[in-house]
């Protein structure tokens, strides 16, 4: 019963490492391209911040697995979950794209008029 326990535990402080980790990920794309709207030069931005997202996932990932297959899995469920939860936060993707593709085709319409 306590080997279920300390197993039981290390997995839910690798669900919560992976939530942290994807919070970092995911914050940090969304602070990146909320920037980029306005830097000079977004392609700078954008690639530094993807190499410095990456290189702390993956970093996490290593830490938190320690060569176990059950908390690397662990800890991507938390990612993913992480994931969810600043889209949530952040607003969903498909209503800024309805938004901007309503834009596009009311100046599509505008340039037709005579």
């Not at 320690?66 to 990612?79: E, I, P, Q, V």
Request: aromatic share 10%; net charge positive.
């Amino acid at each position: 019963m306590n080997h279920m326990t300390a197993e039981l535990t290390t997995w839910s402080w690798s669900l919560a490492a992976g939530c942290a980790i994807g919070a970092v990920f995911f914050g940090g794309l969304w602070w990146t391209v909320r920037l980029c709207v306005t830097a000079r030069q977004p392609a700078l931005w954008i690639i530094g911040s993807f190499l410095l997202r990456m290189g702390i996932a993956l970093s996490g990932f290593y830490v938190v697995a320690s060569g176990d297959w059950t908390r690397l899995l662990a800890c991507l469920c938390g990612f993913m979950l992480a994931r969810l939860v600043v889209t949530r936060l952040t607003g969903q993707p498909s209503s800024a794209l309805s938004a901007v593709n309503r834009q596009a085709g009311a100046a599509r319409e505008a340039s037709n008029a005579p």
